[in-house]
């Protein structure tokens, strides 16, 4: 019996010496560039597009001391024929501020209401990921929250996406996106 817990403490050791160190977070200049890709996105809202491509744009820059600025454009293919779906395009711009108290954290630099419509961003970054927050209010009062998950890599940019409807995931996106420019 005290072999077995010898060697189950032993084992835990082991275990333990050899999870890597904790990445320490990335700096918000590294993830400054043009990158350029593509997702697959699923969704359950509608039965003739539940798996669609989309065309992604990802520009992030310097903004004001130590924040940044995020535009992302989307060519989304989830309505009309399913054979020839159309393309809409979605765009955002949205400008961060730091934080003083949270180091690794930035808000929106402009106030906004999200029960006027608009939606509220903050962001943070965690290991090699940016993560972004969108939060909004539908007119029928229903929360509307986005988490865009920027992970850096040798490879690129991976994207990963949710979107969740008063705690509900609609849609979820994967992709990949390659560094066209700092």
């Known amino acids: 019996m005290r072999s077995k817990v010898f060697a189950g403490m032993v084992l835990a050791g082991v275990m333990v010496a050899t999870v890597p160190a904790m990445a320490k977070d990335l700096s918000i200049k590294a993830f400054h560039g043009l990158w350029k890709g593509s997702a697959v996105s699923e969704s359950e809202i509608s039965s003739q597009f539940r798996v669609t491509a989309r065309d992604l744009d990802v520009e992030i820059r ?59 961003h903050w962001a943070r970054v965690e290991g090699q990921s940016l993560i972004v927050y969108s939060l909004g209010v539908s007119s029928t009062g229903k929360a509307d929250l986005q988490i865009y998950r920027r992970t850096l890599s040798a490879l690129g940019m991976k994207l990963e996406f949710s979107r969740s409807v008063d705690g509900a995931e609609v849609r979820n996106a994967r992709g990949r996106l390659v560094k066209h420019a700092n």
């Open 62 to 120: 310097p903004f004001a001391e130590g924040g940044f600025s995020l535009r992302w454009a989307t060519v989304l293919r989830q309505e009309g024929n399913p054979s020839a779906p159309s393309e809409t395009l979605k765009q955002a711009v949205v400008e961060f501020i730091p934080e003083p108290e949270r180091p690794g954290v930035w808000r929106d630099s402009k106030l906004v209401d999200p029960l006027s419509g608009d939606a509220y």
